[in-house]
């Protein structure tokens, strides 16, 4: 509301100003001219007839001729009035100068017929003395005259146009004022000097006009002047009381006269309205123009010109019947010019605004040929038949046609072009890959396309025309990586070998078809030292060419994959049994130690091979089957067989818990399961408690117990018996402290221990950490353990010894020890294996063997130890042959601390008594 008020009030601001101009001008009289144009031509549009209650007597050129004199004798007038008189007339004007004496009789003559009248005026009048000058003359009647008579003003006053159109109601002559003849003679005297508008309308012609001489004569019946008013005056053109009237033309002055007394004796006097009304409509006029008129400019003028019209037929009708002169001269100028602004502007702003379009679309169109050239993709326009109408930078760069050549499309893309033109690729199918032979290399082009209509396409900018424009993108380096990428996401960038992933796919595709497959998983061996001594780079071209033979070891080998670092895996192509992938996994094996001469180098590599062979049918997934070839890869490895391995599932099956217990005892030495058991050994002789044996045990809250014979073997493969090793020495000897200090305790130390080189360290720290004397700890080392062993090991023994700490031979017998061998060694003990003990009862080669160890020992004067006794016969035998200590079962099992203390209790040591010495002695 408020904004419709608003433009409102823009619309009628401007047209308001336009009236207030209009105002200002009409009331300097600017448009009086035009007025008076507009009256005149209104009253020549409805004519009417005089009333022709007013008779002209006129004095014509016939008059004249027939008196033959002029001025006439004033017996000539006195006549006329005598006989105008008789006729009874209402009254009688002369507009004749009766200013100047005659010849006297005629004067008199005269006189006496003004006094026998008694209705007769005379004209008085002021002219200027000469024309321009400011003199005025007064020219009024004789006195003679005068007197008898009434005085009637003649004057009219003329437009600038020299047009007389106002006619006074009384005019000043000498001081007087003196009514009008036109005044006189309507009978409507108002007294007032002002002068009122003609009625043009009132037809001079109409008037009723008798000759001067026809009266004169006799011959116009007295009814003519009977209650009339009559007026004699000049008509002859030659005796020059013409006056110029608008439409009219020139008309003799008592034809004036009369026009005027009959406008005011029939109230036919214009009135002129105030130009205000016609302002306030002109004001409305505009005001519509301005609404509804400047959308449809034509329209809305031709409106304009029809109201108009209408207004001047209203005015026309409002003169012809009330003589309403409505001045609708201001309208013309003022509505033209307020028109003419407001096209003016019209034309000016639409000017600007095509202007201002048509520059944007000359930005638009940079903007849109700047996107199009600059587009990374190579954008075309393909009219039909393949004619290329525009081309973008990077098309030109990319497809090598210069702009001349207009239809050196590459046929790939023509063919496209065309396609799509002919509608022959369904919608919203317009995308294609194609290869292009682009200035001598194949490039991969990824094109889409649209077709559309366009006009001004081919210089016809009426006609729109099917175009198509193909977006081209060259994806070569793309698709190459995007290959490069699925490539590796299923090769090993190091050796162009299958992934892990991607070899189960295949293997699992086999197994789905139920076909047989062996699987082989190598792993090899030295190289770390080819990384080391050669480079990282040589390591990796030797893993390259190891697949490269693998790949090659079999025709039509359908997968190898490297699975890790330094393992590789081979799918064979043939279904094999057993055998002959026995044969072929020995033949890969060969293959891979062959040398590797080509990397500068001759560089060899060994393997460890295991495999698996699935029968058709076996319902086994691939991560299975190749789970089976790495487990036996494992056990080749880890027991260093030259030769593949055949996967055994009992094998793995144990390699498995090998693995388990490798992974808990770590864990089970943290969480204190392990604890030492004490298994007494006694002397022979007297069966006296001489010291202990600490034997491990281990208790695993997932495993159950799990026997030493078991852990102690993975603890020494995996290293970790060192750590068990340190821990069961501490143990033992703080066990000792609430022993009796005679007591001895023998610790068995693994050949792994041996070589760790942290032996005498951890026994000095357990034995000064016990506060126990060297002299109580024995070290139990097997004799296959010394058989095996590298140099190294006596000279540690020996340290160790020297130290005072003393070693047992353990499980002697097993091994195949000589006696020189023997007396070299730093021993102090023999053990015998408990398997030479549990032969004495039944086995009759035992007791020859006993006897020849026993011999053996005294020459060599080493104290016997036999394990294994289980029965009173196994004792008497090793007493009757002076065997010195015994160790088995008949004495006790091995005893946790307290059970073995009390043990010690029962054989007669007291460890209360004893054992705070024993600590003291350290
Ligand atoms: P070993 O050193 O020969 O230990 C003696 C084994 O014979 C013990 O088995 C013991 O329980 C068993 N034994 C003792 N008397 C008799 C008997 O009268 N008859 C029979 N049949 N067996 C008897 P255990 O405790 O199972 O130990 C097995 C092996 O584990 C040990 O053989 C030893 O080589 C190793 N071992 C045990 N504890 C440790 C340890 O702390 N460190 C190291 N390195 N090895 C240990
Ligand atoms: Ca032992
Ligand atoms: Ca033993």
Redesign the pocket.
Known sequence: MRQRLGALLRRAIPAALFVLAGFWADDRGAFAGLNDQIGDARAALVPRDASGEVVVVAIDAASLQAVGVWPWSRRVHADLLTRLTAAGPRDVLFDIDFSFAADPAGDRAFAAALDASGVAYLAGFVQRAAPGSPAITTNLPLPAFAERAWLAAVNVVPDADGAVRHYPYAVEIDGATVPSAGSLLAGAYVGSLDAFPLNLSIRPGSISTVSAIDVLEGRVPPETFAGRSVVVGATAVELGDQISLPIHGVQPGPVVHVLAAEALAHGAVPVTLRPGLVLLALFGAMLAFQTFGLRRPVAGLVLLAVSLGAAEAAALSAYASAAILVPTAPVYPVLGAFVLWQLVGKILASAWTIRRQAAEIRDTAALLGTVFEDSSDAIIVVAAGGEVLRHSRSARQLLHCDGQDRTALPDPLRRHAEALLNGQLPAGDGRRCCEVACAGRTRLLDVTGSLSMAAGAGGDRTTPRPIVTPSVRDVTVERQQAERIAFLSDHDETTGALRRHAFLDRLGSRLEAGTPAAVFVLRLRGVESVNSLLGRDVGDELLARVARRLETSEPGVPAVARLGGKSFAVLSGAPLDAPAADRLAQRLLEDIEEPFSSLGIAVSVGASVGYTVRPAGAASTAAEVLNQAEAATQIAEANRLARPMLYDPALADRQLRARRIEREMAAGLDRQEFEVVY?PQHRVADGALVGS????RWTSPCLGPV???EF?PIAESTGFIADL?RW?LRRALRDMRNLPGHLSVA????AAQMGHGTLMADISDALSDAGVPASRLWL?LTETVLLDGSGGLVETMSDIRFRGVRWAL??FGTGYSSMAYLSRLPIDKIKLD?AFVAGLGDDPAALPVLRAINGLCRSLDLPLLC????NDEHLAVLRAHGCAEA???LFAR?LSLPDFIAHARACGADPAADGGRARGAT
Request: net charge negative; hydrophobic share 35%; proline share 7%.
């Open positions: 298994q044996e600490a034997l491990l026997r030493p014979d102690i090793g069961v610790v068995n130390v693994s139990e353990d499980d408990r394990e294994g006794v289980e160790q088995g079962f091995p």
